[in-house]
């Protein structure tokens, strides 16, 4: 699988961008705040149609047109896969004196739901500020697991959907039992269908660590010249399942054991919200003890191994994308990372210079020049 054709309208700094990729690996570089990010962006949000920046979606459209009648802003991605092509795109239209976004998503021209398209266009992307899936809030990587497993399995897409539904039913229920508005007996088919998402997503995601667990200790020892080994942790939000039996016996004996403590909480204090995993070397968890520099090497080596596990479950690697890495890397990690570069069939870089990539790297990628929104190739 892989991205031939970008269409951008009115997406950030993009007034209008239609650009062919090819497989292999594509390097963009340009001075920062050009739109180089902007672009990784809109091919994320192809892939997972959710923003990784933006706090509303209103910000993905162009300043520049919100003094319009109608704004909009639209991206289209058309991907090559199995033979076939695939077209998704997302527009963005705001509404009611631009202060409502409505957001259509089609698939090959069909209107869908957004959960529906989810990983059409596979992607993995590394961010500079994916240091914070080591050493950042649980939520943090939950997202992570979130939006890595959405893309290879919609049953678990909709059980998240659904979950955090019920959660929210449940804990108004929990807050009128409290206050004396109802009774406890109303939450047993709030509790059913808690435990039967909830369960859902807890053993796909132990799944996925245990998957990731391995390939991320051999990246990490790579990325670490042989001194370390990295040990991925699942920490659920329930206490731990007999493999045999799943996790639904235990979540639901948890809230039975506990309803008195969660009703005066007010909230739901089990199940997969409340999910972590950690990062140990040593026995040291990274994100208490580790520098910034094994803390980078991990983020690294979680998403490199990423891109493993999705190939495994998809039968297509997926587009690799990343957002101006090998600046903060030595020789080393660089290498490393030139060689995962190599095993994927589409791969697109960012950066400010060239002097992170060895020539012959650079004579065989396909490179372009960014500034302002406007992408230009690089001759010669």
């Given at each position: 699988m892989y991205l031939k054709h970008l269409s951008l309208q009115n997406f950030r700094n993009y007034v209008r961008l239609e650009m062919d990729f090819g497989a292999g690996v594509t390097v963009l570089q340009g001075e920062n705040a050009q739109g180089k990010t902007n672009l990784l962006e809109a091919i994320s949000y192809l892939s997972t149609t959710r923003s990784i920046r933006a706090g509303t979606e209103k910000e993905l459209i162009n300043w520049l047109v919100l003094s319009e009648p109608m704004p909009f802003a639209r991206a289209v991605g058309t991907i090559q896969a199995d033979g076939q092509e695939k077209e998704v795109s997302i527009t963005l239209l705001?509404?009611?004196?631009?202060?409502?976004?409505?957001?259509?998503?089609?698939l090959n021209g069909v209107p869908?739901?957004?959960?529906?398209v989810v990983g059409t266009i596979a992607t993995v992307l590394f961010l500079p500020q994916d240091i914070n899936l080591v050493r950042g809030a649980p939520s943090e990587r939950r997202r992570f697991l979130d939006v890595a497993i959405c893309q290879i399995d919609h049953l678990y897409c909709r059980a998240l959907s659904r979950y955090n539904k019920v959660m929210a039913q449940r804990n108004a229920l929990l807050r009128a039992i409290r206050e004396g508005e109802s009774?406890?007996?109303e939450l047993f088919p709030w509790d059913e269908w808690l435990v039967e998402h909830g369960s859902t997503i807890l053993e796909r995601r132990e799944r996925f660590i245990r998957s990731l667990a391995p390939i991320a200790r051999a990246m990490h020892f790579a990325l670490s010249a042989?001194?370390?080994l990295l040990t991925l942790e699942y920490l659920p939000g329930i206490d731990r399942w007999d493999e045999s039996g799943g996790a639904e016996s235990t979540f639901r004996a948890l809230l039975e054991e506990n309803r008195g403590r969660e009703i005066a909480a007010g909230m739901s204090l089990f199940g997969p919200h409340r999910d972590d995993f950690r990062f140990l070397v040593s026995g040291r968890d990274l994100r208490t003890y580790g520098s910034r520099g094994q803390q980078r090497t991990a983020a690294l080596a979680l998403r490199l191994s990423q891109v493993e596990v999705m190939t495994?479950?998809?039968d297509t690697a997926p587009l690799l994308l990343l957002d101006d890495v090998m600046s903060e890397l030595d020789a080393d990690r660089r290498g490393a990372v030139l060689d995962v570069l190599e095993s994927v069939q589409q791969a697109i870089v960012t950066t400010t210079d060239w002097s992170p990539f060895t020539p012959d790297f650079l004579e065989t990628s396909a490179r372009y020049h960014v500034t302002g929104g406007v992408i230009s190739p690089v001759e010669g």
């Open positions: 705001l509404s009611n004196g631009n202060q409502n976004v409505r957001k259509q998503v089609r869908r739901r957004a959960m529906d009774h406890q007996d042989g001194d370390e495994d479950e998809l």
